[in-house]
């Protein structure tokens, strides 16, 4: 196989990229030049090129640490007790769970990283072949993802393209961020494929990109776009894509062949690391139960109520891991160092009772997160590709953006489809605390909660260990170590 090195120098801060210079090496002809590639008719040289940039994107949304983390724990899904000396990290996590963050933390940095990051790349390969179209369109459309991403978790963030040259950029307003995401989608959509791609984009993942933005356009603008977030939902619902008959056919190792799933991620445990949920929800010797070769750091667990709100005929409270705990050849999980607090003793027993969130949360307190299946034999990365667009989500979300326009019979229906899914008798009426709920049961460990609950008006309310939160807390803080390398930008009101 012969091999082209391209080495592309983009002029942007390294504010934005761990490095402004990269070499970007793939299986691609010997001496093609970007010229060739836009005359060329082989689809390959251009899934080779693009590879780079959708390889940022997996990147680390699945891991402890970053985005996906700082979402579910300033929701009411999850929480990470301190357990004795274990998750004391200097407190992060109890300061998110109560959301009281500061402007320096490691995993709000992160994740302003990781997006960056991937835009960066992006744009350099936006300036090494700006004649391939359908090339550029796609990646234009790509990068307005993490921005989708930015522009919930931070709001007013720098719009960084192709043409920034140099120069540390000033915050953008989110009324502009949010007007360069519609447009990135919109003047592009056409060129991307009627087919499904699964794990690159096509016309449906890129409305369903429309359907989140327009769904909370009224946080991010101040203006609601509830009958563009039902037409990009039709949209999407119209394509080649169906409910799986088996909710957790989504979520399992194997899960390609899922007909729900839009866009995902795809995580392999040899060859894109980054998904390593087993190790961050499971208790140490839950080890045994999937004979994984490296042991779990019993962390993550569901919120009590949040729990306890499923129906028990809900199949999808199967998402959780709650009782007694056994091995792969089914005897008995003991843990040696329980607590003598614990009422369960040595036998490993997943409880929804989290006795405190600090300082000594019990070892088995608080039931664990068993949405995505654990292979036997796993290591500490998984190889299940994430859903980050699938169509349970998008139905919701025409059910959501009908209700809002007062067309309750289609909310209804669309909600009920749904719900009789998840194996739930269907509801005859319907109110906007009805597809809450039923967005919570749904969309569990796919990091939508804390846009749900700002969108609701929930998040400020109080919760188990969290007193009533401040508005401004409804955006994380543009990280402190940012601005010091770039001065231009403002911190969002309140830190």
């Not at 039931?367 to 994430?386: C, H, M, P, T, W």
């Amino acid at each position: 196989m012969l091999k082209y090195i391209s080495k592309i120098c983009l002029l942007v801060p390294a504010l934005f990229l761990l490095g402004s210079c990269w070499e970007l090496e793939q299986e691609v002809l010997d001496g093609v030049t970007p010229e060739d590639v836009a005359n060329s008719n082989n689809p390959q040289l251009i899934e080779v090129l693009k590879a780079s940039a959708y390889s940022r994107i997996v990147g680390s949304w699945g891991g402890h640490n970053g985005i996906w983390s700082i979402n579910e724990i300033a929701s009411d899904e999850m929480v990470i007790p301190q357990r004795g000396p274990d998750w004391e990290d200097g407190g992060i996590w109890l300061r998110v769970h109560k959301h009281e963050w500061t402007t320096s933390e490691d995993a709000i940095n992160n994740s302003w990283d990781y997006c960056f990051t991937a835009i960066g790349e992006i744009n350099n390969l936006i300036i090494g072949f700006p004649d391939v179209e359908a090339l550029v369109a796609e990646l234009k459309v790509l990068r307005a993802l993490p921005y989708l991403w930015l522009i919930d978790s931070f709001g007013n963030v720098p719009i960084v393209t192709e043409e920034s040259l140099g120069g540390n950029p000033a915050n953008n307003t989110r009324q502009e961020v949010f007007d360069f995401i519609e447009r990135s989608i919109l003047d592009n959509i056409e060129f991307l494929p009627k087919e499904d791609t699964r794990t690159t984009l096509n016309y449906y993942s890129a409305q369903a990109m429309l359907a989140k933005l327009y769904l909370n356009a009224e946080v991010y603008t101040g203006t609601p776009r509830w009958a563009d977030a039902e037409a990009a939902a039709n949209e999407v619902i119209a394509g080649p894509y169906s409910l799986s008959s088996n909710f957790f056919a989504n979520f399992a190792t194997r899960n390609s062949g899922s007909t729900e799933n839009i866009l995902t991620l795809p995580y392999d445990e040899n060859n894109a690391a980054g998904l390593n949920l087993a190790m961050m929800t499971l208790h140490t010797v839950s080890q045994a139960t999937f004979d994984l070769t490296a042991q779990p750091w019993n962390g993550y667990a569901s919120m009590e109520e949040f729990y306890n709100n499923y129906d028990d005929a809900d199949v999808r409270k199967d998402a959780f891991l709650e009782g007694p705990q056994f091995a792969s050849d089914g005897s008995r999980l003991l843990d040696q160092a329980a607590e003598a607090a614990d009422p369960d003793g040595q036998p490993l027993t997943y409880t929804p009772e989290i006795n405190m969130l600090f300082p000594n949360g019990l070892r088995q307190a608080g039931v664990r997160i068993g949405k995505f299946e654990f292979a036997s034999g796993a290591g500490q990365e998984l190889s299940n590709d994430y859903p980050l667009f699938r169509l349970g989500e998008i139905i919701l979300t025409k059910a959501e953006a009908a209700f809002r326009q007062g067309k309750t019979a289609e909310a209804l229906d669309a909600l009920n489809q749904v719900r009789m899914r998840a194996g739930l008798e269907p509801l005859a009426s319907i109110t906007l605390d009805a597809i809450y709920d039923e967005r919570g049961f749904e969309m569990f460990a796919e990091a939508s909660r804390r846009t749900d609950m700002i969108r609701f008006g929930k998040f400020g309310q109080p919760w188990w260990e969290k007193g009533t939160s401040q508005s401004f807390r409804e955006l994380f803080p543009i990280p402190l170590s940012q601005i010091n390398r770039n001065p231009n930008l403002t911190q969002n009101p309140g830190y």
